[in-house]
């Protein structure tokens, strides 16, 4: 009896290591290319009426208006919420091999939320990973003459990431859930930044929230 609770014993901890110990991590990172925002737009009005105007579509939008100041000809607005529409921080595609079985994960980085699984030795973890962005946006006016202002497009970005990692100890079998290392990046428009985390994590604005509101502003004169 006792030779038979050894020998499953024994055989039970060589399917443990054959299964646990044979798991690896391998992460591929993509960095963001390099895009040109068209950040300026000519309003064929004279000041009063463009920024008039431009108050009138800016308010009725989903951005937030923080400050109108009509003297310094600056409208400053923000944005809070969902970043991979705006901004651009590479491609990941991890693959995690497990046994015989490899699962592959594949997603932009700014992606809001994500859920993948990590494997190394005779841990596991199942990582629940958000991205978020705080824009802050300074629309700036110049009188060109009588009959035209320009306007400019600033904007301000602050990525950050947080989550959660459950570890799974096999050999002890322990479980613990601990905070991803806090992370954020900001940059401006026609900028990038970088972090040192895995791997170098490269943040860089798409020029979609630029695009979107030179759009806003030129829509009263291209009805």
Same mark, same amino acid.
């Given at each position: 009896?006792?030779l038979?609770?050894l020998?499953?014993?024994?055989?039970?901890s060589l399917?443990?290591?054959?299964?646990?110990?044979?798991?690896?991590?391998?992460?591929?990172?993509?960095?963001? @290319? #390099?895009v !040109?925002?068209?950040?300026?737009?000519?309003?064929?009005?004279?000041? $009063?009426?463009?920024?008039?105007?431009? %108050? +009138?579509?800016l308010?009725?939008?989903f951005?937030?208006?923080?400050?109108?100041?009509?003297?310094?000809?600056?409208?400053?607005?923000?944005?809070?919420?969902?970043?991979e529409?705006?901004v651009?921080c590479?491609?990941?595609?991890?693959?995690?091999?497990?046994?015989?079985?490899?699962?592959?994960?594949?997603?932009?980085e700014?992606?809001?939320?994500?859920?993948?699984k990590?494997?190394?030795?005779?841990?596991?973890?199942?990582?629940?990973?958000?991205?978020? @962005? #705080?824009? !802050?946006?300074?629309?700036?006016?110049?009188?060109?003459?009588?009959? $035209?202002?320009?306007v400019?497009?600033? %904007? +301000?970005?602050m990525?950050?990431?947080?989550?959660?990692?459950?570890?799974?100890?096999?050999?002890?079998?322990?479980?613990?859930?601990?905070?991803?290392?806090?992370?954020?990046?900001?940059f401006?428009?026609?900028e990038?930044?970088?972090?040192?985390?895995?791997?170098?994590?490269?943040?860089?604005?798409?020029?979609?929230?630029?695009?979107a509101?030179?759009?806003?502003l030129?829509?009263?004169?291209?009805?």
């Amino acid at each position: 009896m006792k030779l038979k609770k050894l020998i499953y014993s024994v055989t039970l901890s060589l399917l443990l290591s054959i299964n646990i110990s044979g798991c690896s991590t391998s992460m591929n990172y993509t960095p963001p @290319l #390099e895009v !040109r925002e068209s950040t300026t737009v000519i309003l064929r009005d004279p000041f $009063e009426a463009a920024w008039t105007n431009s %108050v +009138r579509v800016l308010g009725g939008s989903f951005f937030v208006m923080n400050n109108v100041v009509k003297d310094s000809k600056i409208i400053n607005l923000s944005y809070s919420g969902d970043p991979e529409k705006y901004v651009d921080c590479g491609h990941v595609a991890i693959s995690v091999r497990e046994g015989i079985g490899t699962t592959t994960y594949q997603f932009p980085e700014a992606r809001r939320s994500v859920q993948f699984k990590l494997a190394r030795g005779f841990n596991t973890s199942i990582v629940d990973r958000h991205m978020s @962005l #705080e824009a !802050r946006i300074n629309i700036l006016f110049e009188e060109l003459n009588k009959h $035209e202002t320009g306007v400019k497009v600033v %904007v +301000r970005y602050m990525v950050t990431r947080t989550g959660t990692q459950t570890v799974t100890d096999h050999i002890n079998n322990r479980t613990s859930t601990l905070p991803l290392p806090p992370l954020s990046l900001s940059f401006n428009t026609g900028e990038s930044a970088s972090v040192k985390d895995e791997t170098t994590l490269t943040c860089r604005a798409t020029g979609e929230m630029e695009k979107a509101l030179i759009a806003l502003l030129a829509s009263p004169y291209t009805q």
